[in-house]
């Protein structure tokens, strides 16, 4: 059963809060009767579809949105610090001169510059810098800089981590953890979420829920409120029952997609940490032109220094050599400045490097993934940006597919297609570039921080595209969950030209690295179970059960039948006339596609469980 926001949190009186609070915006209303209180030493984030009204309602708590009715209450001598997605600077100030203006007054005369110097430092920010010459991420670090040397009583953060390395995310999940006042974050960093947070708000469809624990199990909580409201409200409206049931179907399909996923990008990793322990075994295959051939790129020995400004060497990387092979997903991480975007950039043949050779196979075609967006005309439609020359068919990778098909795809209802690009939110143009992107023929695909600036609902697409993906991935990204449910290896820049590859996601380098480098993430270790013991008081199985025995033997030929529908419907669909002739037998093979393909999906993880545990059993007998 759902909880609303306005239970009462451990008795205590809510520091700020909005009561039974309504907004429009023309015709679209935001908000209706909410009801939203945040009390001192809650941790809570706010969750919610993209354009569904979260940085609305942040800066409706914060003040800089008035509400139609309702009320805002702030308790007396309640100070309120908010983080903005955008934030606005004076200009003709310097970047210390704006944060020294948000220290709260003091009785005593001791300076307190240090308090900003240090904050700076750890943001990486120069305070000499006028604020008219900072970059968009700049300038969210001095905003994030201000709001949190003010010490206030109510921290209102709007995607605090855009723009911040990885050694400084943990350094403020510290900072934010020791915070006694009331926080609300806006975040897309799943494992930002799950380290910090207490409470839960989720705001869909103008109401506010509140779970009393973090962000963890938030889809299957969600998932359970959908699934209520559907019953509850299938005979009273129907519009409302299908859109609480597209809401259902689209959490919990996503979430089978991607978990499902898991085992195979494990034995990704296996394959790769293998080639790791045989260094310099290289195998060149030209392939076919159209496909490319087995070897992506290869490094050898590659060094590159600058001079900055005042005439210091700054050394990105020495004497660094890999090997990338087709379907090889390597995220590059480090610290920012370190030189990750110029490592990339030598990798992917843009730049050259001072010493060594880089190498690109034959026949790679790469796309880079725009996070500014500029590459989508804001003044062109959805259809349009699709299909530039007319028509109802997009051509993804050569395969037509009707235009209103493909964007259903990216999460795009119908009333949607027609939408100008401008009038869409950032995480919907973000959908919108992926869908140009992937529909063109490439065999590398190169994302340069795609995560910033992306709501959870877009990062669970994107995640679930880069499983299907069956080219190579060369990403950089500061988001700890996003590289483990994505790469096979970490290459890490560790600054002063030390680069190494390590396999697996974070969480492995972390385990692989060295003690030093380790230390230098800031990152709390979990105590680790025994698990040799655990096993030692339970029977260990030698063979699979009868059960799974026959659907090891059942499941390749559904995997048949299933590949045999899926290539029937998508024939179907790729019939220009058919959504104009039969709209609404188009919208039935679309979802019976669908659901072929999340079927077969999973009936190819279930044998690859089956034949994986086979396998292991196997061989511990012969042992």
């Known amino acids: 059963m759902a909880v609303t926001a306005s239970s009462r949190a451990a008795g205590r009186p809510p520091l700020l809060a909005l009561k039974s609070a309504h907004l429009r915006y023309a015709d679209k209303v935001i908000f209706d009767t909410l009801d939203i209180r945040i009390t001192a030493g809650e941790r809570a984030c706010l969750v919610g579809r993209n354009g569904g009204g979260k940085s609305t309602l942040m800066r409706a708590l914060a003040g800089e949105v008035d509400i139609d009715s309702g009320e805002r209450f702030v308790q007396p001598g309640?100070?309120?610090?908010?983080?903005?997605?955008?934030?606005?600077?004076p200009p003709g100030r310097s970047v210390i001169e704006h944060v020294n203006a948000a220290l709260p007054p003091a009785d005593d005369r001791i300076p307190r510059d240090y308090l900003v110097a240090a904050i700076l430092d750890r943001l990486s920010l120069p305070g000499e810098r006028l604020l008219d010459n900072l970059s968009g991420g700049e300038a969210r670090r001095v905003a994030l800089a201000r709001a949190l040397v003010t010490k206030p009583d109510v921290l209102l953060l709007d995607e605090p981590?855009?723009?911040?390395?990885?050694?400084?995310?943990?350094?403020?999940?510290?900072?934010?953890?020791?915070?006694?006042?009331?926080?609300?974050?806006?975040?897309?960093?799943?494992?930002?979420?799950?380290?910090?947070?207490n409470r839960t708000f989720w705001i869909e469809r103008g109401k506010v829920f509140r779970r009393n624990h973090g962000f963890s199990g938030f889809t299957d909580w969600a998932d359970k409120i959908l699934a209520d409201e559907e019953n509850q409200q299938h005979k009273l409206d129907k519009k409302i029952a299908e859109e609480t049931r597209w809401l259902r179907e689209g959490l919990t399909a996503r979430r089978k997609r991607n978990e499902g996923r898991l085992g195979r990008l494990l034995e990704l990793r296996q394959v790769k940490a293998e080639r790791l322990r045989r260094p310099g075994l290289v195998n060149m295959d030209v392939g076919k032109a159209d496909s490319g051939g087995s070897l992506v790129l290869e490094a050898n020995d590659i060094s590159h220094s600058f001079h900055d400004a005042e005439g210091r060497e700054k050394i990105i990387v020495k004497n660094f050599s890999v090997t990338v092979k087709r379907g090889d997903r390597i995220g590059l991480i480090g610290r920012n400045g370190a030189g990750k975007t110029s490592l990339l950039k030598m990798l992917i043949g843009r730049d050259k490097p001072d010493r060594g050779r880089v190498r690109?196979?034959?026949g790679v075609e790469s796309i880079y993934f725009d996070q500014k967006r500029e590459s989508l005309n804001p003044d062109d439609t959805l259809w349009s940006t699709l299909c530039p020359g007319g028509g109802d068919t997009v051509f993804v990778r050569d395969k037509p597919r009707h235009v209103a098909s493909y964007l259903r795809d990216f999460l795009f209802r119908d009333r949607?297609?027609?939408?100008?690009?401008?009038?869409?939110?950032?995480?919907?143009?973000?959908?919108?570039?992926?869908?140009?992107?992937?529909?063109a023929n490439h065999n590398l695909l190169v994302l340069d921080e795609p995560t910033n600036d992306l709501d959870i609902e877009t990062l669970d697409l994107l995640q679930d595209e880069l499983a299907r993906y069956d080219g190579t991935i060369l990403l950089v990204s500061h988001d700890r969950d996003f590289i483990d449910r994505v790469v096979t290896s970490i290459i890490a820049v560790e600054g002063d030209g030390s680069v190494e590859e390590y396999a697996g996601g974070f969480n492995d380098y972390l385990r692989q690295c060295t003690p030093v480098a380790a230390a230098s993430t800031n990152k709390p270790r979990k105590p680790k179970t025994n698990t040799a013991k655990q096993s030692r008081s339970e029977p260990r199985a030698t063979k699979l059960s009868f059960n799974e025995q026959r659907d090891l033997e059942q499941l390749p030929g559904k995997i048949a039948t299933y590949e045999q529908d899926i290539v029937k419907l998508q024939t179907l669909l790729a019939d220009p006339a058919f959504?104009?002739?039969?709209?609404?037998?188009?919208?039935?093979?679309?979802?019976?596609?669908?659901?072929?393909?999340?079927?077969?999906?999973?009936?190819?993880?279930?044998?690859?469980?089956?034949e994986m545990r086979r396998e292991a059993l196997s061989t511990s007998e012969d042992q």
């Open 579 to 610: 959504f104009s002739r039969d709209p609404v037998n188009f919208e039935r093979a679309t979802r019976r596609l669908a659901e072929t393909e999340l079927a077969h999906s999973d009936a190819e993880e279930r044998w690859l469980e089956l």
């Open 416 to 439: 949607q297609i027609t939408a100008k690009v401008k009038t869409l939110s950032g995480g919907e143009r973000n959908r919108l570039l992926m869908a140009k992107l992937f529909a």
């Open 161 to 197: 981590t855009n723009h911040l390395d990885l050694p400084t995310i943990e350094w403020l999940e510290d900072e934010l953890r020791n915070f006694p006042g009331g926080l609300l974050l806006v975040s897309h960093d799943r494992t930002f979420l799950d380290n910090l947070t």
């Open 78 to 89: 309640t100070k309120v610090a908010y983080l903005p997605q955008d934030p606005r600077l």
């Open 360 to 362: 690109i196979g034959f």
